[in-house]
Each structure stands twice: as C-alpha cells, then as structure tokens.
C-alpha cells in the first residue's frame, strides 16, 4: 500500500513540475510576442517619420508642412519664391478683408439694434416744461429754441432712445438750473409789494413793447435787480414806476368805461396777471 500511494505522490509531483513548465512557457511567449509588437509600433512610427522626412525634402523651414503637403510638394523643378510670396500675400489680404467685413458686420448688427428705439426723426422727441417746474424753474422753453433743436438732432445722430433724450435734458436744465433766479427767493430783497411790482413791469412791457419783444421779456426768469433795471428803464423812457404803499397800480382805469374796455381785451380773458390787477385797482379806486 505505501509503494502504491509513493507512485502516485510521485505522479501528482510530476504533473505539476509539468503544469510549471508549460505556464512558463507561456508566459515567455507573452512576454515575446509583446515585445515583437512594441517592436513593430516603434519601427512603424520610425518608418512613418522618415517617410514624411523624405516627403517634405525640399520643404522650406518657415513654411508649414500643411501648406507643403497640400501644394508645393508637388510643384516639379525649383520653387518659384516670387509666385509663393504673391501667394501668400494674397492669401492675407483675403484674411484680412474677411475680419473686416466681420467687423462692419457686427458694427452695423449693434447700431441696428441700438436704433429700434430711436424715433423716426429728430422733430418726433418729446419735451414738456414740466420738466422746468420740477426744478423750480418759471421759464418755458419754445418748441422752435435752437438750443432744444440743437439737443434733438444730437440724440437723434447718437440713436438715443426718447427715455434717453429725456435723461439728456433733465442733466443738462439740472446743471444750469442753479443759474436761473428763484423768485421766491428774489421777492425777499424786493419788499411787500414784489409781486405788485412784477406785475406793474409787465404791464409796462405789454404797452410799450413790440409782440416778439413783449415775449422774451415775459418768458424771462425775472430776478430782483432785473426788476430794478426795468424800472429805471422805464423812468428814463417817462413812464411812473410802482408806488409802493398806496395800493393802486399806475395806468389803472379810472372810469367804468375803461374798466369795461379793459375788461374786452384778449390780455383780460387770458389772465393775463397785470391787466387783471389794473382791473381790480379801478374798482377798487371807484368804490373808495
């Protein structure tokens, strides 16, 4: 029995020595064929370079090998340098003029997109005195004044939108505004009778003055010493200033007639300030 199981112990041992070896072998032939194909890659890749170096024989340094490949190299005989410049050169005025229209391109496509809020024409912006009173200004300013004429069109060369014309405006009367008299405050230096005085002024400049004339006199923001100047002005053409303290406006009516006939004109229907306080003065001075 103990022979029998010593062979078979032996076989067992002889099967695996065996099963060794042949897993070695494999291995080796792994290891072989893996550095056969390393060996192929390497050689192939070396094969392809020198290839190409050969391909590109003649290949200028500073040009590039796209450039030979697709057309010098197969140009016969010597390179014409004088043709290749001329090329090249040309190939960069197409370049160049192709970024150009690009940008001429994307120029028009932004002031195309900045104009769709542009009113049609310079004339279609919008302006409201209102805008005067918010600051306190007593002014107007006429559709037809140059300076607002002037605005208009340079919005309107610029694109500006009518929200951004209006911005335009309101900084520019903002920043002059403190230029312009307040009559509240001018009223201080002019005593108790400011507003009769005012108004006494402007009736004189209403007889007097021509129609255009008697405009730009009432549109003017009117201070203390232009109310001042204006009175000595009118002493030196002859005519009464305002007296102060006696209640009564110079050239008001005296008689119902006057009354009724000052009471007919256009200034009276309007409001106009001083033709409605020469009516009152004569009532008052035939009631008294």
């Given at each position: 029995?103990?022979?029998?199981?010593?062979?078979?112990?032996?076989?067992?041992?002889?099967?695996?020595?065996?099963?060794?070896?042949?897993?070695?072998?494999?291995?080796?032939?792994?290891?072989?064929?893996?550095?056969?194909?390393?060996?192929?890659?390497?050689?192939?890749?070396?094969?392809?370079?020198?290839?190409?170096?050969?391909?590109?024989?003649?290949?200028?340094?500073?040009?590039?090998?796209?450039?030979?490949?697709?057309?010098?190299?197969?140009?016969?005989?010597?390179?014409?340098?004088?043709?290749?410049?001329?090329?090249?050169?040309?190939?960069?005025?197409?370049?160049?003029?192709?970024?150009?229209?690009?940008?001429?391109?994307?120029?028009?496509?932004?002031?195309?997109?900045?104009?769709?809020?542009?009113?049609?024409?310079?004339?279609?912006?919008?302006?409201?005195?209102?805008?005067?009173?918010?600051?306190?200004?007593?002014?107007e300013i006429?559709?037809?004044?140059?300076?607002?004429?002037?605005?208009?069109?340079?919005?309107?060369?610029?694109?500006?939108?009518q929200e951004?014309?209006?911005?335009?405006?309101?900084?520019?009367?903002?920043?002059?505004?403190?230029?312009?008299?307040?009559?509240?405050?001018?009223?201080?230096?002019?005593?108790?009778?400011?507003?009769?005085?005012?108004?006494?002024?402007?009736?004189?400049?209403?007889?007097?003055?021509?129609?255009?004339?008697?405009?730009?006199?009432?549109?003017?923001?009117?201070?203390?010493?232009?109310?001042?100047?204006?009175?000595?002005?009118?002493?030196l053409t002859?005519?009464?200033?305002?007296?102060?303290?006696?209640?009564?406006?110079?050239?008001?009516?005296?008689?119902?007639?006057?009354?009724?006939?000052?009471?007919?004109?256009?200034?009276?229907?309007?409001?106009?300030?001083?033709?409605?306080?020469?009516?009152?003065?004569?009532?008052?001075?035939?009631?008294?």
């Amino acid at each position: 029995m103990e022979d029998g199981q010593d062979q078979n112990q032996e076989s067992n041992q002889d099967s695996k020595e065996t099963e060794n070896a042949n897993a070695g072998a494999d291995t080796q032939n792994q290891d072989t064929s893996t550095d056969g194909q390393d060996s192929k890659n390497l050689d192939g890749e070396a094969g392809q370079k020198a290839s190409d170096d050969q391909a590109r024989d003649g290949k200028p340094e500073w040009m590039s090998d796209k450039d030979w490949d697709e057309k010098y190299s197969k140009i016969d005989g010597d390179l014409d340098y004088t043709k290749i410049a001329a090329d090249y050169a040309q190939r960069y005025d197409n370049a160049n003029k192709l970024v150009n229209t690009r940008k001429d391109n994307i120029r028009d496509e932004v002031k195309a997109e900045a104009l769709q809020n542009r009113p049609e024409s310079a004339s279609k912006y919008e302006f409201s005195n209102e805008v005067l009173e918010s600051l306190g200004l007593e002014a107007e300013i006429a559709d037809d004044h140059p300076g607002l004429l002037q605005a208009k069109n340079f919005a309107f060369e610029r694109g500006f939108s009518q929200e951004e014309f209006g911005e335009l405006i309101n900084m520019h009367l903002a920043g002059v505004s403190e230029f312009f008299p307040n009559w509240d405050d001018e009223k201080l230096s002019l005593g108790d009778h400011a507003d009769d005085r005012a108004a006494y002024l402007n009736s004189w400049a209403g007889k007097y003055l021509t129609p255009d004339s008697y405009k730009a006199i009432e549109k003017m923001a009117l201070s203390a010493d232009m109310v001042v100047a204006l009175e000595e002005i009118m002493e030196l053409t002859g005519s009464a200033k305002f007296a102060p303290g006696t209640g009564q406006v110079s050239g008001a009516p005296t008689s119902k007639d006057e009354i009724h006939k000052l009471m007919d004109t256009d200034e009276y229907r309007n409001g106009d300030p001083a033709t409605v306080k020469k009516v009152q003065a004569g009532f008052k001075r035939l009631s008294a």
